[in-house]
């Protein structure tokens, strides 16, 4: 059974940081596309950052370019999200997504970012 578990969200103020974790299992992690995706209320979910299996390429929507860096160790079967200068539009529900081929793709149940004064 494959599990995502997504950890590390919470309330931060405008301009703090904060570090996601995607905790995976009951897949061969290194074999998967590994991406970052959010949604906030009202609003359609959105990709936020992605990472080859092997690590070396990863794509970021502009909105988060400069300020969130996405990573994976495969020897822990875990993917994370640094999140810096965060801003109250950033404010969502993070969802961790496994991908590999078109046949198989899977999902976190989320972890909730807000930033606020």
């Known amino acids: 059974q494959v599990q995502l578990v997504e950890s590390g969200g919470g309330l931060v103020q405008p301009g703090g940081s904060l570090r996601l974790s995607c905790g995976a299992s009951?897949?061969?992690?290194?074999?998967?596309?590994m991406s970052w995706y959010r949604q906030a209320p009202g609003k359609a979910r959105e990709l936020v950052a992605g990472?080859?299996?092997?690590?070396?390429?990863?794509n970021y929507a502009d909105s988060v370019k400069g300020r969130f860096t996405i990573s994976r160790d495969n020897a822990k079967n875990t993917m994370y999200l640094q999140m810096n200068s965060l801003k109250p539009e950033d404010t969502a529900v993070y969802l961790c997504?496994?991908?590999?081929?078109?046949?198989?793709?899977?999902w976190g149940q989320g972890t909730q970012v807000t930033v606020s004064s």
């Open positions: 009951g897949l061969p992690f290194s074999s998967y596309a």
């Open positions: 990472i080859a299996s092997a690590g070396g390429r990863t």
């Open positions: 997504n496994a991908r590999w081929g078109l046949l198989y793709d899977y």
